[in-house]
């Protein structure tokens, strides 16, 4: 079993990097590249549908979205409870 623990662990880790990659990404207008292109519309495909459900619950406070504050606070608490779940079964 914690082999599955493992697992969930390592993609949430994966996806909180996605998620700061791509806030991070949205601040800072880097020159056009390809790469830098396929990079942004990865993210973007990967990490705006779950950031999307936030947004329309939460709207921005001036020129501030905190959004993605929330969105990492919730997946940390989901991550918490599917580990606690996965270790009770051992």
């Known amino acids: ?3 599955v623990v493992s697992f969930v662990t390592a993609l949430y880790y994966v996806y909180v ?3 700061l990659v791509y806030i991070l990404m ?3 207008q880097l020159p056009y590249n390809v ?3 396929r990079v942004r519309t ?5 990490v705006e549908p779950y ?4 947004r329309n619950l939460i709207p921005p406070i001036g020129a501030f979205d905190i959004s993605p504050i929330v969105a990492l606070i919730v997946l940390s608490l989901a991550w918490q ?6 270790v009770s079964f051992e």
Do not use: K
């Open 1 to 3: 079993m914690s082999t």
């Open 17 to 19: 990097i996605l998620i």
């Open 26 to 28: 949205s601040w800072v």
């Open 35 to 37: 790469w830098v292109g």
């Open 42 to 46: 990865f993210l973007h495909d990967t």
């Open 51 to 54: 950031l999307r459900i936030f």
């Open 81 to 86: 409870i599917i580990v606690n779940i996965l």
